[in-house]
């Protein structure tokens, strides 16, 4: 029988138009953070291929993650300009997406000793009773 396409085994959060998007904040968070929006915004537009992305389509963006819980306001700093932003870092679940969405699931499978697979499957069922 063949698998539906939403039915794969992608995280939603990379699925869709804002995937390419949510990777970058989530790789740029992940080897800089903390960071404000604005921080975050330049540095997106220093990679490749989001030149032209808009302030406030990271800024859209971020809120969104922030809304899903991937991404936490932790703080507030002072600007240049007198003004308070907030400060972002990643929670557990953006980094439990990320090593999610880069293994592969069968290879897993295939060399989990039984102890370990026992513990995934005894969290995976805790979670969804």
Known sequence: MARRKDKTGRI???KGREAK????IFQILALKSPLTIY???KEVKARRGFRRTR??????RVRS????????RIGVKKTKAGFEASIYELTARAY???LLNSINLDKLVMHV??????????SIAHTYR
């Open 65 to 72: 993650l922030e809304k899903l819980r991937y991404v936490k």
């Open 96 to 98: 439990l997406a990320i």
């Open 55 to 60: 302030y406030a389509t990271v800024n859209k």
């Open 113 to 122: 000793d039984e102890a370990t697979a026992l513990t995934i499957l005894g």
């Open 12 to 14: 939603s959060v990379f």
């Open 39 to 41: 921080d975050i915004h």
């Open 21 to 24: 998007l949510n990777r970058a």
